[in-house]
């Protein structure tokens, strides 16, 4: 609007990765390789190997989640022409940028965790299939031709790449519009983004089938794939935010304002709902139709060892963001905000957590250094490598067509 | 003693009518209201607007919804006709969640439209109240009251240098009656 062009911003800031996130980060990275060797060689419980391959899954689903949610905010944001993220969008490209090497490490843990038999036993047994044979289970027969060991690694493989790729050409888009500007760029990323989304969407839930729901094979749950993309587009808003939130506290991108906080903390609060909603719809059905081959998934988090923890997931997960975000002020509180969002993020481990434990290590549920140092070692480990992408290009896409309208976004 | 009612400067530029604003609150002369025939940013700080109460209204009436649903659902189906729905006890909690859900819902919103109409005047066969038709359509208008504010000379005279295209002294408030 002609006469309010005048603006103090410095596109061409670029984060400095050094000091004590650089430290911290490491040594976050130290105390999950201590976690893991402590969970694999010294732990004195019969179910080690067992438990830390189930951390493992669960933290390396939870890591490649939020890379994959970063690409898939990024793809929304595209799509939909979004003019308020364009100040931020460096962020999610960055969470993107990581997303390649994310899927390795998902890919590696659920490999190893299926050939040593760690993870997936409910299913891949020697056996299992063939009838007379003492393992012999009609139910997963039936499914073998779906879920089987090559067949299962060839999908995630697939997912995983068709993902990377589609998350690196969006992140090379956006540099090169950097480098050159105009609208190209621009009107590329905008049909690829499209394409994204479509085989995103239809692939995300088969892709939790299989890694997390496959972990108990004799239940199913067709909301369980909207469940897990809920948790995963929840998680990585809440990463989001709380990188906006630190990279502003600590002096960074002054064109992003309390107006675009604001707008992430509604998309915080709408989908901490959201996942409620899918959360239980899952559940509702599976109470009043109350079959048992549905109602054994409840029934075992219903045990005396998960049900505190089961009620736990949804005072965190619904009622502290539905109480506490309600507000518009308190949406525009930086603090209350960020302290939201990390309590999601725990909380969503959380409820990751409820969806795996039960399935592997059943009633020899533990919480202790296992669970958190492998945790801790994760958040470090994204933290590490999210920034390294972070700190190599500019904090502002300089060149993106509503970098203009997002400064003056008013709310 | 003149009958001008209102004073309406027309502008043809929102950036032009946030001017004619500034130059207004330069000179303390104390700003009616302003019509735009779209929303602008920025321009309820800009004439010191207090923050809708509607959500506050919103809440009241959605608490409503949620005590009317689940004090129904209480009545019919526990105190007044309990009845065996596959084994299930007479107070089942979750099967109440989405009917709540929906009540709350639309107490929320109704209790919400019918809020904005009260507060508005708008009802079936109530005459809108409109300053000016052409705020609806492409002018963007600041209204000033001629009976507080003296020297409807000056006033002009600031409307015409922000780049006012049109000053109206109204002898009515509203036109939409006539």
New interface residues.
Partial sequence: ???NNQHTHNFTQQFEFSGKAKTWSLIAILIGVAAIAYGFLLDPAEYHSERTFANLLLMGYYFTCVCAAGAFFLALQLVTQSAWSAGLIRIPQAFAKVLPIASVILLVICAAGLFSHNLYHHWNLEGITEVGNEHYDAAIAKKAGFLNAPFFLIRLVFFLTIYSIFALVLTRFSDREDLVGGLANYKKSFKISAIFLVIFGFTTPIWAFDTIMSLEAHWFSTMFGWYNFAAMFISGLCAITVTVILLKKAGYMSWVNHNHIHDLGKFVFAFSIFWTYIW?SQ??LI??A?MPEETVYFFKRWEPEYKLWFWLNIVINFLAPVLILM??DAKRRTNTLLAVCILLLCGHWLDYYLMIMPGTVESNRQFGITELGIFIGFVGLFSFLMMTQLAKKPLAAKNHPFLEESL?H?I | MSNVKYILGHFED??EMM?GIDKLQENNIGIYDVYTPMPI??IEEKLGYK?SRL?IAAFCFGITGTLTAISMIYYMLVYDWPMNI???PSLAM??F??ITFELTILFAAYGMMFTFFYANHLFPGRAPRVMDLRATNDRFVIAIDAKTNPYPDKIENLLKEAGAVEVMHNERKYVSYE
């Fill in positions: 609007m002609g006469t239980f559940f509702l109470w009043y109350n507000t518009r003056h008013s | 929102p950036d001017h940013h920025g923050r959500p596959g084994g299930k979750p099967d969640v989405p």
